[in-house]
C-alpha cells in the first residue's frame, strides 16, 4: 500500500527549531527526489525543500539558510529541521516526490509559531 506519513510540528515560538519527519513507502522513496512541501491559507502549495536519492539539496528563497532537509534511504524517511521559524512559516507541511503524485499526499504535519 502506498502511504506516507509526516510528523513532528508542533507549537514554537519565534526563532525556535522543529524537526518534522516524512515516512514513506519504499515504492515512493526509492530512488525518488522527495521534497516537503506547504500550504498556507488561501495558498497554492509550495514546494520548500527538495532532496535527489543521492542527496543534492534545493531550498525555496523563503527558507535558504533556516531550513535542512535530508534523508535516510535505509529507513524510506525524509527529515526537514527547521531553524529559525517565523510567524510566516506557520502552516500545515507536507512530504511527496517531486514533481508531486496526487495520490501520494498524507495528512500532513501542523507546525505553529506564536508566542
Known amino acids: 500500500q502506498v502511504q506516507v506519513v509526516e510528523s513532528g510540528g508542533g507549537l514554537v515560538q519565534p526563532g525556535g527549531s522543529l524537526r518534522l519527519s516524512c515516512a514513506a513507502s519504499g515504492s515512493i522513496f526509492r530512488f525518488n527526489t522527495m521534497g516537503w512541501y506547504r500550504q498556507a491559507p488561501g495558498k497554492q502549495r509550495e514546494l520548500v525543500a527538495s532532496i535527489t536519492y543521492s542527496g543534492s539539496r534545493e531550498y525555496a528563497d523563503a527558507v535558504k539558510g533556516r531550513f535542512t532537509i535530508f534523508r535516510d534511504n535505509a529507513k524510506n524517511t525524509v527529515y526537514l529541521r527547521m531553524n529559525g521559524l517565523k510567524p510566516e512559516d506557520m502552516t500545515i507541511y507536507y512530504c511527496?516526490?517531486?514533481?508531486?503524485?496526487?495520490?501520494?499526499w498524507g495528512r500532513g504535519t501542523q507546525v505553529t509559531v506564536s508566542s
Open positions: 511527496n516526490t517531486v514533481p508531486a503524485v496526487a495520490t501520494y
